[in-house]
Structure formats: C-alpha cells, structure tokens
C-alpha cells in the first residue's frame, strides 16, 4: 500500500509540474504567430498557443482563437491523442472539430505555410464548441496571407471537376480554386450524398492552406444549393468544346443529332440557352471573363462541359 500511494504522489507531483510549466509557458495568439506577413516572426522558435479545432484531417488540424484574419494556425501532431472519456468517446482519439486545447510547439515555414510541428506538450480543455461560420469570401479574395490557417466559407462556388483522389475544383465568377477532402455524412442532410459532380452548386466551408504560390482549402463541410440533375455522358457521345479557353466564340462538335444547350456562370445561374441540329459555333459576345459550364441534353440526356472565357 505505501508503494501504491508513493507511485500516486510520483504520478500527481508529475503532472502538477506539468501543467504548471503549460501555465507559465508564454501564450501567444495565432496572430502573433502568424506575425501579419509571409514568414512567422517565431520561425524555428518552440510557443504555446490556445485555441478552438476548426477542420481536421486526422494528424493535421486547424487552430483558431478569434474570428478574421490573421487568426488560424495549422498544426500537425501524430503524437496528440486525446484520453478516453466515455460516453462520449471510449478510445484515445486525435483532435476533432470543436476541441479546446493548448499547444506548445515548433513554428516551422513549410511551402509557403505557417504550421505548428513537433508538438511537445498540449492540455485538452474542452470539447464539442461550436465552430464559427467562416469568413465570407469569394475565390479571389481567398488567395491572401491573411487567410491562411483560418476558416473560410465560399457562396456559392460551382464544381468544375470530379474529385480525384480527393482533390476537386469549384469555380466562382472570380477564378477557380483547388479543394481537398470529400464530405458526404451530414446528419442535417445539407450535403450531397453522391459528392461533387460538374455543375453541382454548392456552399463550401474549410481551413484556407498555402502552397507555394497558391491556395487551397482543405474542406470541412458543404451546404447542397443546387445539383447537376441527369448530367452525365451519353453513349458514344464526345463533345468537343475549341478553342477552350475562348474569348469571342467557340465551335462545339461532336453533336450527332438535334438538342437543347445551355450556359450557366459560375453562380450556377443561366445565362445563355438554345437549340441546334449537331455541331455549331456558339457566339461568346457579351459575357464576361470566367469559368462557365455548357450543358447539352440530347436524346434525353446529358452533358456538361466547362468553359473558359478570357
């Protein structure tokens, strides 16, 4: 018994130091991290930050501690495993959306982005708070500094390719962007369950990352606002859509018989529609530079295509 209560005292003693070195660690905040430029002014320096989980994608998560700007940090711990706590979980788990926790870590500058490695120490303070709606923003202004790390929510943005080993694009009238990760389970039925098609509308909410020069986001969740209903290729029907990308027309060809066509923008809205016997030129007159979808339906079905105009 006296060393079962000797071993006790060790394990309090242990962790009573612990959180205290936790507690008199400095508490920077991810603006502070993030230093308002391209390179963290604690580069290579071991900090501590506290903050709320955003997006995750198992090992690698996203921080947040206000709202804007500025104020996300990626992490990447393998070695963060949060204890049990049944009901609620019953196996040690790594950082879910929602998360409260404190990190004590290397900055690191890796491609272009800001990220917290080689975490040492973390305290897990809370769980299951609401995450913030995101920074609304559209595609263009999304490709900024400011936003890396951050939550950010896209509305609307239309898909322009099929996922591909998790990787898709959307599409607004301001350019086209690159986003990683599929979600398809949501209990309040807002997202689509057959994932991303060309010309599905969607909402889309995740964590802005750099990579080099360009900016992605790595997905959290969807909101379904229109889908591609009956879109899909026919039979031995190649549509071919040239020059592409355009500027004042394009001749489409492949068409062996007559059909509907339409033109939507990037918003998912139409902007041009017609009729035609088989292959024909379509006038581009008028429209302003983007990404657009052409769709024709022939026999009862169809296909979409995207379309450049610059």
């Not at 229109?226 to 031995?236: N, Q, Y």
Request: hydrophobic share 40%; glycine share 10%; aromatic share 8%.
């Amino acid at each position: 018994m006296k060393d079962l209560h000797l071993l006790r005292q060790v394990a309090y003693a242990a962790t009573f130091l612990m959180l205290c070195g936790a507690a008199q660690a400095q508490v920077l905040t991810c603006a502070e991290i993030q230093g308002g430029s391209d390179v963290s002014p604690y580069e290579g320096q071991e900090v501590t930050v506290t903050g709320k989980v955003t997006v995750f994608f198992g090992d690698i998560w996203y921080l947040q501690d206000d709202y804007g700007p500025w104020n996300g940090l990626m992490c990447v711990g393998p070695d963060v495993l949060i204890d049990a706590n049944p009901p609620w979980w019953n196996a040690p788990r790594q950082p879910e959306v929602g998360d409260v926790l404190q990190l004590t870590g290397t900055i690191y500058e890796t491609d272009g982005n800001t990220q917290m490695m080689d975490i040492t120490e973390f305290v897990f303070n809370d769980f299951w708070n609401a995450t913030a709606a995101g920074v609304g923003v559209t595609v263009a202004e999304m490709m900024d500094e400011s936003l890396e790390g951050t939550r950010a929510r896209l509305d609307p943005v239309t898909v322009m390719t099929a996922p591909e080993d998790g990787v898709w694009t959307v599409s607004d009238a301001t350019g086209t962007l690159k986003v990683y990760g599929v979600d398809t389970d949501d209990p309040g039925l807002n997202e689509d369950a057959d994932g991303p098609t060309p010309g599905d509308v969607y909402r889309i909410y995740g964590a802005v990352r750099q990579i080099g020069e360009e900016y992605v986001l790595d997905l959290s969740d969807i909101d379904t606002l229109s889908l591609a209903v009956g879109v899909g290729e026919r039979k031995g029907l190649e549509v071919l859509l040239m020059p592409n990308p355009a500027r004042d027309a394009v001749r489409i060809s492949g068409l062996d018989q007559p059909g509907v066509w339409d033109v939507y923008d990037a918003m998912g809205r139409t902007v041009r529609t017609g009729q035609t016997s088989g292959a024909f030129t379509l006038s581009l007159e008028g429209l302003l530079p983007g990404r657009y979808t052409v769709q024709l339906s022939v026999d009862g079905e169809s296909i979409r295509k995207p379309l450049v105009v610059h």
